[in-house]
C-alpha cells in the first residue's frame, strides 16, 4: 500500500500558567512512555503563545504531520486552540484525569478545561479530533491516540490526493455524476481527461520494456488457467500506462485516484475489459473506480486510508433469492431476508479479497451487448470474476448531492459464506436492518448504486473521519427501536 500516508505523530502538552506546569509536563512523558509506536515529544510545555508558535516550529522540524495536544492540567484557552490553527496536519485533543495521588497541589482541573477548549476551537471555526470520552489516564489516552491513528492517516490522504478522470459519465449512468465542487470543499484536486488522453498513452505504451515483468506478476497471481494467455501483454500495457499517468500527473500532489469510464468504447478500442488491471491498482491502495464514479473513488481511497488494506466498489446490485436464502443461510445465520442483498461488479476487487477459484473472464453483459450474437469473447475479456470471500465488512460512501451538499452513509456487516450461483465479481452481504436502510437511507436520500466496502468492521473510524471533514448527514443502518425520520409507524 504504497499510496497512503504514512502518519508522523507529535505530542504537545499545555498548562494553564496558574497550575503547576509540572503536572502537564510529567503527564505528557507517562504517555510517551506507555505509547508502544513512535510519537515525537516537544519539550516544550505550552502555557502562551509564543511557547504554542515554538511549539509548532518544533513538530515541524521533526517532520510530525499529525498532532496530539495534550491538556495535562486545565490548559491555556487561547495557545491550546491557536496549535489547531498553526498545524499543517490533523489535531487531537485530549485531557489528563485525575490520579496523581495529591488532590491538593496535584488536581488539573483538565475534565473542566476541555470544555473551555472545545468552546474556543468552536469559536474560531477550528477543525479537531476529540474522542467519545477524551479524559484519561496516560494508558486511556495511549488507545486514544491509538484509534487516532487511521482517522489522521484518512485526513491526510485526503488533503494531497488527486482524483484522475478519463471520460464522462456513460449514458443512462447519471447516479455516477455529482458536482465536483464537494471534492474542492475537502481539499481533494480533480484531474479531468478525454478517453482519447487515455488511449494515445496507451498506444505510446506498447513495446515498453517493462510489460514481461508485469505479464509475469499477473500470471504468478492468478495460477495457471485462471487466465487468458494472449490477454496478459494488452492488460500490462495498460497497468504501466495508468502508473506512469498517475507519477506524471499527481503534481504537487502526493497520493492518486482514478475514476475511468471502461464501457462502452474502452473494451472494443483497448481490446480487453479493465477490472483485472483495476482490481491490481486497488491493491496497491490507488483505487481505480468504474463508471468516472469520482466520488466513489474516494471514498475507496479513504477506506485505504483507514484499514492500510485493499477495498472495492460494487453496485449494491440485487436481492438474494429465496431459494438460495433457504438452502444457505436461513437457520445457519441470524438473518432476515431482507438483511441480504448481493453486491457486484464486473471484476474489479481485488484477487487477495475472493474465493480460490477466482479468474480472470469474460464480461457476460458486455458481450451480449457489443460482439457478434454465437461468438466466444474477445474484447469483453479481462473481467475478474468469483464470490468474494466471506468476511467482515463495512459498506460505506462519501457523496454530494445535486445541491452540492456533501453527506455520507456507513453500514458494518458481513459477506457470507454462501455460494452466489452467479457472475462477476459478487457476494452475499448481510447487513443488519438493511431493508430499512436501503429504502431510508439509500432510497431517500438518493444515494447512486456504488457503495465502497472495506474488508473490516471500520464504522467508527470512518464516522470520526466525516465528522472531522464536516459532514453534516452521516447516515447509518438504525435498529428497529429507532425509527428513521421519514419510516411510516403504522407499518
Same mark, same amino acid.
Given at each position: #500500500?504504497?499510496?497512503?500516508?504514512?502518519?508522523?505523530?507529535?505530542?504537545?502538552?499545555?498548562?494553564?500558567?496558574?497550575?503547576?506546569?509540572?503536572?502537564?509536563?510529567?503527564?505528557?512523558?507517562?504517555?510517551?512512555?506507555?505509547?508502544?509506536?513512535?510519537?515525537?515529544?516537544?519539550?516544550?510545555?505550552?502555557?502562551?503563545?509564543?511557547?504554542?508558535? *515554538?511549539?509548532?516550529?518544533?513538530?515541524?522540524?521533526?517532520?510530525?504531520?499529525?498532532?496530539?495536544?495534550?491538556?495535562?492540567?486545565?490548559?491555556?484557552?487561547?495557545? &491550546?486552540?491557536?496549535?489547531?490553527?498553526?498545524?499543517?496536519?490533523?489535531? #487531537?485533543?485530549?485531557?489528563?484525569? &485525575?490520579?496523581?495521588?495529591?488532590?491538593?497541589?496535584?488536581?488539573?482541573?483538565?475534565?473542566?478545561?476541555?470544555?473551555?477548549?472545545?468552546?474556543?476551537?468552536?469559536?474560531?471555526?477550528?477543525?479537531?479530533?476529540?474522542?467519545?470520552?477524551?479524559?484519561?489516564?496516560?494508558?486511556?489516552?495511549?488507545?486514544?491516540?491509538?484509534?487516532?491513528?487511521?482517522?489522521?492517516?484518512?485526513?491526510?490522504?485526503?488533503?494531497?490526493?488527486?482524483?484522475?478522470?478519463?471520460?464522462?459519465?456513460?449514458?443512462?449512468? +447519471?447516479?455516477?455524476?455529482?458536482?465536483?465542487?464537494?471534492?474542492?470543499?475537502?481539499?481533494?484536486? $480533480?484531474?479531468?481527461?478525454?478517453?482519447?488522453?487515455?488511449?494515445?498513452?496507451?498506444?505510446?505504451?506498447?513495446?515498453?520494456?517493462?510489460?514481461?515483468?508485469?505479464?509475469?506478476?499477473?500470471?504468478?497471481?492468478?495460477?495457471?488457467?485462471?487466465?487468458?494467455?494472449?490477454?496478459?501483454?494488452? #492488460?500490462?500495457?495498460?497497468?504501466?500506462?495508468?502508473?506512469?499517468?498517475?507519477?506524471?500527473?499527481?503534481?504537487?500532489?502526493?497520493?492518486?485516484?482514478?475514476?475511468?469510464?471502461?464501457?462502452?468504447?474502452?473494451?472494443?478500442?483497448?481490446?480487453?475489459?479493465?477490472?483485472? $488491471?483495476?482490481?491490481?491498482?486497488?491493491? %496497491?491502495?490507488?483505487?481505480?473506480?468504474? &463508471?468516472?464514479?469520482?466520488?466513489?473513488?474516494?471514498?475507496?481511497?479513504?477506506?485505504?486510508?483507514?484499514?492500510?488494506?485493499?477495498?472495492?466498489?460494487?453496485?449494491?446490485?440485487?436481492?438474494?433469492?429465496?431459494?438460495?436464502?433457504?438452502?444457505?443461510?436461513?437457520? *445457519?445465520?441470524?438473518?432476515?431476508?431482507?438483511?441480504?442483498?448481493?453486491?457486484?461488479?464486473?471484476?474489479?476487487?481485488?484477487?487477495? *479479497? #475472493?474465493?480460490?477459484?477466482?479468474?480472470?473472464?469474460?464480461?457476460?453483459?458486455?458481450?451480449?451487448?457489443?460482439?457478434?450474437?454465437?461468438?466466444?469473447?474477445?474484447?469483453?475479456?479481462?473481467?475478474?470474476?468469483?464470490?468474494?470471500?466471506?468476511?467482515?465488512?463495512? +459498506?460505506?460512501?462519501?457523496?454530494?448531492?445535486? &445541491?452540492?451538499?456533501?453527506?455520507?452513509?456507513?453500514?458494518?456487516?458481513?459477506?457470507?459464506?454462501?455460494?452466489? %450461483?452467479?457472475?462477476?465479481?459478487?457476494?452475499?452481504?448481510?447487513?443488519?436492518?438493511?431493508?430499512?436502510?436501503?429504502?431510508?437511507?439509500?432510497?431517500?436520500?438518493?444515494?447512486?448504486?456504488?457503495?465502497?466496502?472495506?474488508?473490516?468492521?471500520?464504522?467508527?473510524?470512518?464516522?470520526?473521519?466525516?465528522?472531522?471533514?464536516?459532514?453534516?448527514?452521516?447516515?447509518?443502518?438504525?435498529? *428497529?427501536?429507532?425509527?428513521?425520520?421519514?419510516?411510516?409507524?403504522?407499518?
Amino acid at each position: #500500500m504504497n499510496n497512503i500516508p504514512e502518519v508522523k505523530l507529535g505530542i504537545i502538552a499545555v498548562s494553564r500558567d496558574c497550575f503547576p506546569i509540572a503536572l502537564s509536563t510529567q503527564r505528557r512523558k507517562n504517555i510517551v512512555a506507555a505509547y508502544p509506536g513512535e510519537i515525537y515529544e516537544c519539550g516544550i510545555t505550552v502555557e502562551n503563545e509564543l511557547d504554542a508558535a *515554538k511549539a509548532i516550529a518544533d513538530v515541524r522540524a521533526a517532520g510530525c504531520n499529525a498532532l496530539v495536544v495534550f491538556l495535562g492540567n486545565f490548559g491555556p484557552e487561547t495557545p &491550546e486552540t491557536l496549535l489547531a490553527k498553526k498545524f499543517h496536519g490533523p489535531v #487531537m485533543y485530549v485531557a489528563a484525569a &485525575e490520579g496523581d495521588g495529591d488532590m491538593i497541589n496535584g488536581r488539573g482541573d483538565a475534565y473542566c478545561g476541555m470544555l473551555n477548549c472545545s468552546y474556543n476551537l468552536g469559536m474560531r471555526k477550528l477543525k479537531a479530533y476529540i474522542p467519545e470520552y477524551p479524559v484519561g489516564t496516560a494508558e486511556d489516552i495511549v488507545k486514544m491516540i491509538q484509534e487516532f491513528v487511521p482517522i489522521a492517516r484518512a485526513i491526510i490522504g485526503i488533503k494531497n490526493l488527486k482524483i484522475i478522470t478519463f471520460g464522462p459519465r456513460p449514458q443512462d449512468f +447519471f447516479a455516477c455524476n455529482a458536482p465536483i465542487k464537494g471534492l474542492y470543499e475537502l481539499g481533494v484536486e $480533480v484531474e479531468e481527461n478525454s478517453e482519447l488522453d487515455l488511449l494515445v498513452s496507451y498506444k505510446e505504451h506498447a513495446g515498453d520494456p517493462r510489460i514481461p515483468e508485469v505479464c509475469a506478476d499477473m500470471a504468478a497471481e492468478m495460477g495457471e488457467g485462471r487466465y487468458y494467455p494472449d490477454m496478459l501483454e494488452r #492488460m500490462a500495457q495498460f497497468e504501466l500506462t495508468l502508473l506512469d499517468w498517475a507519477e506524471n500527473h499527481k503534481g504537487d500532489r502526493k497520493y492518486v485516484a482514478f475514476a475511468d469510464k471502461c464501457w462502452p468504447a474502452f473494451p472494443s478500442q483497448f481490446g480487453f475489459e479493465p477490472c483485472f $488491471v483495476n482490481s491490481r491498482l486497488a491493491s %496497491r491502495g490507488i483505487p481505480v473506480s468504474c &463508471e468516472v464514479d469520482i466520488y466513489g473513488a474516494l471514498s475507496e481511497y479513504i477506506g485505504a486510508c483507514v484499514t492500510g488494506d485493499a477495498v472495492t466498489l460494487l453496485d449494491i446490485n440485487n436481492s438474494v433469492p429465496k431459494y438460495i436464502y433457504d438452502e444457505g443461510i436461513a437457520g *445457519k445465520y441470524d438473518y432476515k431476508l431482507t438483511d441480504t442483498f448481493m453486491g457486484f461488479h464486473c471484476g474489479n476487487t481485488p484477487s487477495c *479479497k #475472493m474465493c480460490a477459484d477466482r479468474a480472470v473472464k469474460y464480461q457476460l453483459i458486455q458481450h451480449r451487448l457489443l460482439e457478434p450474437v454465437g461468438s466466444d469473447p474477445d474484447f469483453t475479456r479481462g473481467t475478474l470474476e468469483g464470490d468474494i470471500a466471506a468476511s467482515d465488512i463495512t +459498506f460505506y460512501r462519501l457523496q454530494c448531492d445535486s &445541491e452540492g451538499v456533501v453527506r455520507a452513509y456507513i453500514a458494518e456487516g458481513e459477506v457470507l459464506d454462501v455460494a452466489t %450461483r452467479s457472475f462477476g465479481g459478487i457476494g452475499v452481504f448481510a447487513i443488519p436492518e438493511m431493508g430499512r436502510f436501503y429504502r431510508h437511507v439509500l432510497i431517500q436520500k438518493r444515494y447512486p448504486h456504488h457503495g465502497a466496502v472495506a474488508f473490516a468492521h471500520c464504522g467508527k473510524t470512518l464516522f470520526e473521519v466525516f465528522k472531522y471533514l464536516g459532514v453534516g448527514d452521516i447516515a447509518y443502518n438504525q435498529p *428497529k427501536n429507532l425509527p428513521y425520520s421519514t419510516e411510516n409507524p403504522f407499518c
